[in-house]
Structure formats: structure tokens, C-alpha cells
């Protein structure tokens, strides 16, 4: 019997987490969580979120930070259902995204059971995470959910690991959740702020680089006032499209490939960079030479410095308040030239336009891009598993609003597309919602089919169909090696999706996907299309002709 004015540890914690405002944990409990799963039953202001696999419940955990700054909590047993956790942590630890998993252990006072089903989870989870911990008293989660949470949402976000074991559930106690605290970034430090001024005042072709750092905290607003009044060029790395419409005749394109494009001619006629938000997670936008560009680096934390970034100026605060600043101070001289710039981004249109309107069946990567984009809202969102159309998409993709094109690449992982839509689809059900998936990556998560169909999820699947490793062949053949041992067999996708309770479609050509695409942007429920896809010209356009384009240009 509890005690007077006790309440269970497991009920503690439910009731921490309702006051950090958790709305959603998803998971595959255990029987390691059956008294945390029973506290949970009686909430009513968070809901369970049964998943098929433990790794989609982190990716939807982390994709409900990436989308919300506030973390995302997922549930796992012990043993395997932890290490299933593990790269799920790791997408959201290397991207960014505040993320709390929640594992069960076996009793630590009294156990039983030899070493069965034992690993030390926290130990494992330590170096992938910004904070492991095991619960080992009750009176101690209060403080323990409230640092978890605090870590996992300031700069830089990321992934949080808590393990409550069997018998510390079991236990009473007397303790309350602990409020947040108040706390805001700092801000930048006037004299930094004016050195960064004069060196962009003195140059004569400065450029603007907008990293991930910038997608987090909606700096786009500030960004758009800076570039408004000094009309400097910019560009984005994979991770930073959307912060600015790039329908603006600044944008100059995206960072997609290593060099040689045609957006890195025109940071080589740059003579300052204003790196914003850059994040060394991230393949580098552009690579520092003794002797190069000056860069200022614009950031919460200062620069990480490598062989190819060593930044001479650093602006170190909130990212947003940090550019508003510069805004205010800088004067621009009037004698910064970017047509040479300006040039090269037209080039790359002018590449696209004829690649993007190839009809040819199975469809064209290019092609299939514009079709993606002339189909969905000024609002929708795409969701980007990993493979080689992800640089097709990052380069030719138009983002129009910050957080509508989530791709990743941090840890790049296979297999975040399907649950990362199904979390986008869920939070914004007014919006259309389109997960961009290889075969390879889709069957890595595929039974999340079923989780997005029973949670009557508004949603398409797009898969990108050519039985085959295609990142990987890429490369292989880059490296000039024999294609090899990268190919396979698929199942019947339309019959596949069927089978889950949505709604399958094949495409037969390029007239046939714009119906498609319509279709099922307009029709509710779960929709597959199986979109062939012919990537055989994939080195020619991005490893030759890219570079020697841009270079005569």
C-alpha cells in the first residue's frame, strides 16, 4: 500500500513529463514497462503511439523535434528494444532534434534473472546522446526528467536517454515535477557584431551561406531583412533549404554535391563568406584555403574548426538576434558586384529546365523533382528517406517555407522517410504530406505501413523503384569499379500497400505520375505510389557535365 501523500514512481514520472508538455510517446513497450505503461493508460493529456518497429518510434520522436523544438519521447523494453533505439538516437543527436528515449531494465536491487536480456543500455547510449542516466530512486525523477529535458532542447539539440528500471517503477514517493526555468539565449556581442560589419563592408563580393544551425530557430524572418537591405546573394546547404523562399532572385542555389557545382563558382567569387548557422555535421558548403575568403562565422556555439574551416571572425549568440544586429549596423557601400554570382545560378536553371522536362519512362530524376514540386502546396511537406535523388531533390526541389523539405544529412540514415512524413502528417493534418523513399530505404521501415493506416494518417509514399543499392552504384561507378553485388528483388509494392489496408499505385509514365501525384495528394488515407525510376545518366550529369559547365562559365 502507498504511504500517505505518496504517489508511485511510475505515476511520478507520467506526471513529469505532462508538465514538460509531452503530447505523444511513441514506442514498443515491454514487460520492463508494464507499471510505466499503466501510469500511462490513466493520462489524459499524452497519448501512446504503438509503432511496428523501435526505430520508427525514434524517428517519430525526433522528427516531432525537428519540427517543434520541443522533444520527442519514445518508449523501448530493455535488450533488443533498446538497441533498436540506437540509431534513432543517433539521427537525432547528429541532426539536431531534442528527443528523449525512455528504456525499461530489469530490477537493480533484487534481480532474479541472472544476466538475461542485460546490456548497459546507458553505457551504450552515452556516446550517441547528450545525456544517459539511470533512475535509481524515485525521489530523484523530478530532476532528472527536467535536466533531460533541458539538455535535449538547448543548442545544440539532441537525442536524451533515460532508463527506468522494474523495481525503481515499483517504488513510492513524495516528490513533485520541477517547473522550467525561464531562459533565454544570449545574445551577440556588440564588438564582435562590428568587426564582422566592417569586414562585410569592406569586401567586394560578400556572399551569405545559410547552415542548419539557421533551420532550427526560425531565423528566417531576420535573414530576409538582412538580404533585403543589402541584397547579398545566398545560398543553403542540404539542411538549411527552406529558411528563405528560393523563389528569391538572391537565392543561388543549394549545396548538394561536395564542389565543382555550379553554387560553389559562385562562392569562389567570393572574397568574405557569412557562414550562418553552419554545422561540421554537414559535407562543408565550401572548402577555407590559406589565402581564401575571410568567413564569418555566425552561430550559437563557436566554430568547430577542421583542415577546411577555420573561421577568422565569429559572431557567437541567437543566430536570429546576431543577424539583426549586423542588419542594423551595416551600410552597404554600393560598390559589391554579384552579376559574375548571379550569372552561375542562372546557368544552373538553364542546365535544369531541359533535364526537368525529359518525359522518358521509367521516369528521369530531374523530371520527377519538378513533378513533386508542381504537385504539392506553397505549404506541403516532403520527406526524404536516403539515396541519390536526395541530391537531385536538395539541388532542384524549390523550398518555399522553412521545415517543408526534411532531409538529412547528418547521419544520412536509410529508413527515416516513412515515419518522419507519418509525424509531419500527424502534426500539420491540414497540410499534404509526401514521404520521398529508395526501395533500399522504404523496406528498411516498411511495417510502419501499418502504424500510419491504423492512425488514419492523410499521407503518400513515394518510392523511387530501381531494384538496386543506387546510391552506392553511383558511387561505384564514380570510383570506376565493376557493377557489383548492389542489386535485388522487390516485392509487388501496389499489393504490398494493399495488404496494409492503403492504397497502392504503379506508375506507367511521366503523364500517368502527374495523375497519380494528384490523385492521391486529393484522395485521403495512405497512398504507395511505385514510381520506376531510370538513374543511368546519374554519373554523367552529376559527377561530368555539372562541372564542366559551370567551369566555362
Known amino acids: ?4 501523500g505518496k504517489q508511485k514512481a511510475s505515476d511520478l514520472f507520467i506526471q513529469c513529463l505532462e508538465e514538460e508538455g509531452c503530447e505523444y510517446i ?52 530493455l535488450g533488443p528494444g533498446a538497441t533498436n533505439f540506437v540509431t534513432a538516437a543517433a539521427y537525432a543527436q547528429l541532426g539536431g532534434m531534442p528527443m528523449m528515449m525512455i528504456t525499461g531494465q530489469k530490477p537493480i536491487k533484487k534481480s532474479k534473472q541472472g544476466r538475461f536480456q542485460i546490456l548497459d543500455v546507458v553505457a551504450m547510449m552515452g556516446p550517441i546522446t547528450k545525456y544517459a542516466h539511470q533512475l535509481a530512486a524515485a525521489d530523484n525523477i523530478p530532476s532528472r526528467v527536467r535536466e533531460a529535458y533541458r539538455l535535449a532542447e538547448e543548442e545544440k539539440p539532441g537525442a536524451v536517454h533515460l532508463e527506468l528500471p522494474e523495481d525503481i517503477a515499483d517504488e513510492h514517493s513524495d516528490a513533485h515535477p520541477i517547473p522550467a526555468s525561464v531562459a533565454r539565449r544570449p545574445s551577440a556581442e556588440p564588438k564582435a557584431v562590428r568587426v564582422a560589419v566592417k569586414a562585410i563592408e569592406e569586401a567586394k563580393a560578400p556572399i551569405l551561406v545559410i547552415g542548419a544551425g539557421a533551420n532550427r530557430k526560425m531565423t528566417g524572418r531576420m535573414l530576409s531583412q538582412f538580404i533585403e537591405k543589402t541584397g547579398i546573394p545566398f ?85 536570429a538576434n546576431a543577424i539583426w544586429q549586423i542588419k542594423e ?18 546557368g544552373e536553371v538553364a542546365h535544369t529546365a531541359p533535364l526537368a522536362a525529359d518525359t522518358r519512362f521509367p521516369i528521369f530524376p ?64 491540414d497540410r499534404k504530406v509526401m514521404a520521398i523513399c529508395g526501395d533500399g530505404g522504404f523496406m528498411m521501415n516498411s511495417q510502419e505501413m501499418e502504424t500510419a493506416v491504423r492512425l488514419g494518417l492523410n499521407m503518400t509514399v513515394l518510392i523511387l523503384n530501381d531494384s538496386s543499392y543506387g546510391m552506392i552504384r553511383w558511387k561505384q561507378a564514380n570510383m570506376g569499379f565493376e557493377d557489383w ?39 485521403p488515407g495512405v497512398h504507395l505510389i511505385d514510381c520506376p525510376v531510370d538513374y543511368s545518366e546519374n554519373d554523367q550529369i552529376l559527377n561530368i557535365d555539372i562541372k564542366k559547365l559551370s567551369r566555362e562559365l
Open 329 to 346: 549596423d551595416i551600410i552597404p557601400p554600393g560598390r559589391w558586384n554579384f552579376d559574375h554570382m548571379l550569372a552561375y545560378r542562372a
Open 485 to 523: 553485388g548492389l542489386t535485388y528483388g522487390n516485392p509487388d509494392f501496389v499489393k504490398y500497400a494493399e495488404a496494409y489496408g492503403a492504397k497502392g499505385h504503379r506508375v506507367e509514365s511521366s503523364k500517368h505520375l502527374t495523375e497519380v501525384l494528384a490523385h492521391c495528394r486529393d484522395t
Open 366 to 429: 530531374p523530371h520527377l523533382v519538378q513533378q513533386v514540386r508542381d504537385c504539392l502546396p506553397d505549404d506541403g511537406i516532403i520527406c526524404l528517406d536516403n539515396g541519390v535523388y536526395k541530391i537531385w531533390f536538395a539541388r532542384g526541389f524549390t523550398a518555399y517555407l522553412p521545415n517543408t523539405v526534411l532531409l538529412d544529412n547528418a547521419l544520412a540514415t536509410m529508413g527515416a522517410g516513412l515515419p518522419s512524413a507519418m509525424m509531419s502528417a500527424m502534426l500539420y493534418p
Open 26 to 77: 511513441f514506442g514498443v513497450p515491454g514487460e520492463e514497462n508494464l507499471d510505466f505503461l499503466d501510469s500511462l493508460s490513466r493520462s489524459d493529456k499524452i497519448k501512446l503511439i504503438l509503432t511496428r518497429h523501435e526505430q520508427g518510434a525514434g524517428f517519430m520522436a525526433a522528427t516531432y523535434g525537428r519540427h517543434t523544438g520541443k522533444t520527442g519521447v519514445c518508449l523501448a523494453t
Open 1 to 4: 500500500m502507498a504511504e500517505a
Open 235 to 319: 545560398l543553403t546547404t542540404q539542411m538549411g533549404k527552406g529558411v528563405i523562399d528560393e523563389r528569391h532572385p538572391r537565392f543561388l542555389g543549394c549545396a548538394a554535391l561536395s564542389a565543382g557545382d555550379f553554387v560553389h563558382r559562385a562562392v569562389e567569387d567570393a572574397d568574405v563568406i557569412i557562414n550562418v548557422g553552419h554545422d561540421v555535421i554537414e559535407k562543408p558548403p565550401f572548402f577555407m584555403r590559406e589565402g581564401g575568403p575571410k568567413v564569418i562565422h555566425v552561430s550559437t556555439r563557436t566554430a568547430e574548426v577542421d583542415p577546411v574551416y577555420f573561421p577568422q571572425i565569429e559572431v557567437i549568440g541567437d543566430i
